[in-house]
């Protein structure tokens, strides 16, 4: 929030969480990340990675009636048939626990995301198994990693706020969020 101006922060993406402890109109994280909301930042979180212990899974700040909560999707990778995509089976579910918020307000692919990594990174280290190796134009010895969660899905969504405030600058972030919800595409799937 102090460097905001400094630095142009439009968007904010938060892949992280923690378990819900009290009602979001106290809870610390959700009180930050809506200042920054309330600032005109837009505010992305992840939704959580507890969806298979069911309804009320959805972690904090993510729990927070402002923001923009995002839950991952898997695509059966059929392009543009989107039948058969459906709510991946880690993503955290709403209601929010004591608050009861719907939530999450968005799905986007969380399901075996490949990104390039540094050989080096902790992340590779602890998870070998997700390393993919790769080529670029100057050989092929770049180091990928397949994750999956919610916290690959809310980048996604950044993406897209970043996007919008490119195009339209003074779009508020309700504004984004109304907007993204609306032109979301339904799935009426349980998560499986």
């Not at 102090?2 to 142009?8: D, E, I, K």
């Not at 378990?19 to 610390?28: H, I, N």
């Not at 968005?106 to 790769?134: F, H, Q, T, Y």
């Amino acid at each position: 929030l102090a460097n905001r101006h400094a630095h142009n922060i439009r968007v904010v993406n938060l892949s992280l969480g923690m378990g819900v402890q009290e009602s979001a109109t106290t809870d610390p994280m959700v009180l930050a990340a809506e200042r920054l909301w309330d600032a005109g930042i837009v505010v992305v979180a992840a939704a959580g990675n507890d969806g298979y212990r069911g309804n009320m899974t959805i972690n904090s700040p993510g729990n927070s009636r402002k923001i923009i909560t995002v839950g991952s999707v898997t695509d059966a990778g059929t392009g543009t048939v989107y039948s058969d995509d459906y709510v991946s089976s880690f993503s955290s579910m709403g209601p929010t626990i004591g608050d009861l918020v719907l939530k999450p307000d968005l799905l986007a692919p969380g399901n075996k995301v490949v990104a390039i990594n540094n050989a080096s990174s902790e992340l590779v280290k602890l998870l070998p198994n997700g390393r993919i190796k790769g080529c670029n134009g100057n050989g092929c010895d770049e180091v990928y990693l397949e994750m999956s969660g919610t916290s690959m899905a809310a980048p996604m969504v950044s993406a897209a706020v970043a996007r919008m405030l490119q195009r339209r600058p003074n779009l508020s972030p309700a504004t984004i969020k109304a907007r993204l919800m609306r032109t979301a595409r339904k799935l009426n799937d349980e998560p499986t």
